[in-house]
């Protein structure tokens, strides 16, 4: 048997032992954090499909539907948060926007509160924009407040 | 609102029907003989032609639901059927002939590994299904734009021109977009449902392009390791467009293989579709399939087969002209990408500024190729190089070991032009960019080792005979 025959036939050899332990050093990992995603998110989403862990409370449930039911669909909003920090290299207000607009399509986020046709404030208070605003509609808890620029 | 799961998996069965259909039409499989041994394709090749239709479509507000879909298969399959009754050529196969033992031994490693991906996939499929939209970018760039294009049937103005990043392409979200039509709702949880059937489609898409020329032990034991490693699952339950880009780049890179090594043209129009996939689903993308395509030119260049060159050439023309609309939608609307511009990459002296970038770009991928996550695929991989060079097929192993290294330079070269800070850029993406490096190069392994193995196989045959 030639040298080449051997080499390859040790390539293919190591090949395929190769592939084996490097399976056996990922297959458990694997199979682990599978179970761990079903077990921990399971019985959450099969009552709420939508939710979003880590980040909702951005934005609860409540503080959505509060929003979404006195909204159209293609309203454009923009979000007046209080200032504040929330993880690195992304500041509170710009959070709590972009998960808006994730939120709560199809109405449509917009940057500058001149182009919006509603003002959503949290733990802020939409009169500091200077718009002139229809009546301004408050949760519960005073945190939220919605109200319809006056056009 | 919980969307329904039936309606998500008539929408996989309607990508499988439209790949059906295009595999004769496309001139991937032209008789039924060839049909019957490439229709593992036909899942990944209809989702890639769906995706790449409904982005395309978007662009000019025009939705595709269950009853698009729908049409479309039947015309589809109707046209192919019409093919096939035309085109009756069979066509040679390649034997393997292992001889008993082999041939035994083969079969048990061939059945333990398909049983071992076979749990992993499902024990994926009841996770995914339990699974809600978790990471950052999974729902404030993927999952927004899909939405988007549920609710609004198109790429509608105020979310695709002003929500950062503007320049990211929409294949992802279109697939996603149809999954939400098909269930007639939006939901976050159940739309992972449609990534672990890609996960399906591009193991069997795999198997499929290399059973005829790689042993089913070889092909199974390396398919398992590809997809055991745990950044292919965990990436993708996160709804981030970096594991459906390295599936369609992996199996465009394994058909542009196929090229370089055997010549079959019917593997560059998988290429093409691919890889114009993998473009319209990342905007590295296009960077990974002109490595390829690069890769693929210079080795048959080399080889001074200009026949081939062209026909690569044409290939890579088809799989650009795929991103084409959606260059013209970007242009059209003054959209551009905010992190780099690519034409600095032609300035010395930006270069030169920023020389300090390259250092940390390097060190930081080469330690992601190598993490843990992944066991030694590259490792793997690199052997699969050796053994393709001892079987002497030199332009297949050279184009396995080119694309990366023009996919890795290239990569350095974007965070060397970018103007985020670089270890900012590299904490939020290095993890991620690597994954069609090590998902194309695991790919493309099997085939390079299945050569080295048939060479073996012959020898023993001529020596058999000699004896």
Same mark, same amino acid.
């Given at each position: 048997?030639?040298?080449?025959?051997?080499?390859?036939?040790?390539?293919?050899?190591?090949?395929?032992?190769?592939?084996?332990?490097?399976?056996?050093?990922?297959?458990?990992?694997?199979?682990?954090? $599978?179970?761990?995603?079903?077990?921990?998110?399971?019985?959450?989403?099969?009552?709420?499909?939508?939710?979003?862990?880590?980040?909702?409370?951005?934005?609860?449930?409540?503080?959505?539907?509060?929003?979404?039911?006195?909204?159209?669909?293609?309203?454009?909003?923009?979000?007046?948060?209080?200032?504040?920090?929330?993880?690195?290299?992304?500041?509170?207000?710009?959070?709590?926007?972009?998960?808006?607009?994730?939120?709560?399509?199809?109405?449509?986020?917009?940057?500058?509160?001149?182009?919006?046709?509603?003002?959503?404030?949290?733990?802020?208070?939409?009169?500091?924009?200077?718009?002139? $605003?229809?009546?301004?509609?408050?949760?519960?808890?005073?945190?939220?407040?919605?109200?319809?620029?006056?056009? | 609102?919980?969307?329904?799961?039936?309606?998500?998996?008539?929408?996989?069965?309607?990508?499988?029907?439209?790949?059906?259909?295009?595999?004769?039409?496309?001139?991937?499989?032209?008789?039924?003989?060839?049909?019957?041994?490439?229709?593992?394709?036909?899942?990944?090749?209809?989702?890639?032609?769906?995706?790449?239709?409904?982005?395309?479509?978007?662009?000019?507000?025009?939705?595709?639901?269950?009853?698009?879909?729908?049409?479309?298969?039947?015309?589809?399959?109707?046209?192919?059927?019409?093919?096939?009754?035309?085109?009756?050529?069979?066509?040679?196969?390649?034997?393997?002939?292992?001889?008993?033992? $082999?041939?035994?031994?083969?079969?048990?490693?061939?059945?333990?590994?398909?049983?071992?991906?076979?749990?992993?996939?499902?024990?994926?499929?009841?996770?995914?299904?339990?699974?809600?939209?978790?990471?950052?970018?999974?729902?404030?760039?993927?999952?927004?734009?899909?939405?988007?294009?549920?609710?609004?049937?198109?790429?509608?103005?105020?979310?695709?021109?002003?929500?950062?990043?503007?320049?990211?392409?929409?294949?992802?979200?279109?697939?996603?977009?149809?999954?939400?039509?098909?269930?007639?709702?939006?939901?976050?949880?159940?739309?992972?449902?449609?990534?672990?059937?890609?996960?399906?489609?591009?193991?069997?898409?795999?198997?499929?392009?290399?059973?005829?020329?790689?042993?089913?032990?070889?092909?199974?034991?390396?398919?398992?390791?590809?997809?055991?490693?745990?950044?292919?699952?965990?990436?993708?339950?996160?709804?981030?467009?970096?594991?459906?880009?390295?599936?369609?780049?992996?199996?465009?890179?394994?058909?542009?293989?196929?090229?370089?090594?055997?010549?079959?043209?019917?593997?560059?129009?998988?290429?093409?579709?691919?890889?114009?996939?993998?473009?319209?689903?990342?905007?590295?993308?296009?960077?990974?399939?002109?490595?390829?395509?690069?890769?693929?030119?210079?080795?048959?260049?080399?080889?001074?087969?200009?026949?081939?060159?062209?026909?690569?050439?044409?290939?890579?023309?088809?799989?650009?002209?795929?991103?084409?609309?959606?260059?013209?939608?970007?242009?059209?609307?003054?959209?551009?990408?905010?992190?780099?511009?690519?034409?600095?990459?032609?300035?010395?002296?930006?270069?030169?500024?920023?020389?300090?970038?390259?250092?940390?770009?390097?060190?930081?991928?080469?330690?992601?190729?190598?993490?843990?996550?992944?066991?030694?695929?590259?490792?793997?991989?690199?052997?699969?190089?050796?053994?393709?060079?001892?079987?002497?097929?030199?332009?297949?192993?050279?184009?396995?070991?080119?694309?990366?290294?023009?996919?890795?330079?290239?990569?350095?070269?974007?965070?060397?032009?970018?103007?985020?800070?670089?270890?900012?850029?590299?904490?939020?993406?290095?993890?991620?960019?690597?994954?069609?490096?090590?998902?194309?190069?695991?790919?493309?392994?099997?085939?390079?080792?299945?050569?080295?193995?048939?060479?073996?196989?012959?020898?023993?045959?001529?020596?058999?005979?000699?004896?």
């Amino acid at each position: 048997v030639s040298a080449g025959r051997v080499a390859r036939l040790g390539a293919v050899a190591l090949f395929l032992a190769l592939a084996a332990f490097s399976t056996a050093r990922t297959y458990g990992d694997t199979w682990d954090f $599978l179970a761990n995603q079903r077990e921990s998110y399971a019985d959450l989403t099969a009552a709420e499909p939508n939710i979003v862990p880590e980040f909702q409370t951005l934005l609860p449930v409540s503080a959505v539907n509060f929003f979404s039911a006195r909204m159209r669909r293609g309203d454009r909003f923009y979000v007046h948060a209080a200032d504040g920090p929330f993880i690195a290299g992304v500041d509170y207000p710009t959070a709590v926007r972009t998960f808006a607009r994730f939120q709560l399509l199809p109405a449509v986020l917009v940057r500058d509160a001149s182009e919006a046709d509603v003002i959503l404030a949290i733990g802020a208070d939409p009169g500091q924009l200077g718009l002139r $605003l229809d009546d301004v509609a408050r949760s519960s808890d005073g945190r939220y407040a919605f109200a319809r620029v006056a056009r | 609102v919980s969307g329904s799961l039936s309606g998500l998996l008539f929408a996989q069965v309607l990508y499988l029907a439209i790949g059906a259909g295009l595999l004769p039409l496309l001139g991937i499989a032209p008789t039924w003989d060839l049909w019957l041994r490439r229709f593992g394709l036909a899942y990944m090749v209809g989702v890639a032609v769906a995706g790449i239709l409904a982005a395309h479509l978007a662009l000019l507000d025009a939705p595709l639901g269950l009853f698009e879909l729908t049409v479309l298969a039947v015309v589809l399959l109707v046209l192919g059927w019409r093919r096939l009754r035309r085109t009756p050529t069979p066509a040679p196969k390649r034997a393997l002939n292992l001889p008993r033992p $082999l041939a035994w031994a083969n079969v048990a490693l061939s059945v333990a590994t398909a049983l071992l991906l076979g749990a992993l996939l499902g024990q994926a499929t009841s996770a995914f299904a339990a699974r809600p939209l978790k990471e950052w970018d999974g729902w404030a760039i993927w999952a927004t734009k899909a939405k988007a294009l549920y609710e609004f049937g198109g790429v509608h103005d105020p979310v695709f021109s002003s929500y950062e990043p503007v320049a990211h392409p929409i294949l992802l979200p279109s697939l996603e977009a149809m999954g939400f039509r098909a269930m007639d709702a939006f939901d976050g949880t159940l739309i992972h449902v449609q990534l672990i059937a890609l996960a399906f489609g591009f193991a069997t898409a795999l198997w499929w392009l290399l059973a005829d020329r790689v042993p089913s032990a070889v092909l199974g034991v390396g398919l398992l390791a590809l997809l055991s490693a745990t950044p292919v699952l965990t990436q993708l339950s996160t709804n981030l467009a970096d594991v459906p880009l390295a599936f369609f780049f992996a199996l465009g890179v394994v058909s542009l293989g196929r090229f370089v090594l055997a010549g079959e043209r019917w593997t560059l129009v998988a290429a093409a579709l691919f890889l114009g996939a993998a473009m319209l689903t990342k905007s590295e993308g296009l960077l990974f399939a002109a490595a390829a395509f690069l890769a693929a030119a210079i080795v048959v260049a080399a080889g001074r087969d200009w026949r081939r060159l062209g026909h690569v050439a044409v290939s890579a023309t088809a799989a650009f002209a795929i991103l084409v609309p959606w260059r013209i939608y970007l242009a059209a609307n003054d959209l551009r990408n905010s992190e780099y511009r690519l034409s600095d990459a032609l300035d010395p002296a930006y270069l030169a500024d920023r020389s300090e970038r390259v250092g940390p770009a390097v060190s930081r991928l080469w330690d992601e190729l190598w993490s843990a996550g992944w066991g030694v695929l590259p490792l793997v991989a690199l052997v699969a190089v050796t053994a393709g060079a001892l079987a002497r097929r030199y332009r297949l192993a050279a184009f396995a070991l080119l694309w990366p290294i023009l996919a890795f330079g290239g990569l350095v070269l974007v965070y060397w032009i970018s103007v985020v800070p670089v270890e900012l850029t590299l904490t939020w993406t290095a993890e991620r960019i690597v994954v069609s490096l090590v998902v194309g190069a695991a790919a493309l392994a099997p085939l390079l080792v299945g050569e080295a193995f048939q060479l073996e196989r012959e020898a023993r045959t001529r020596d058999e005979h000699a004896g």
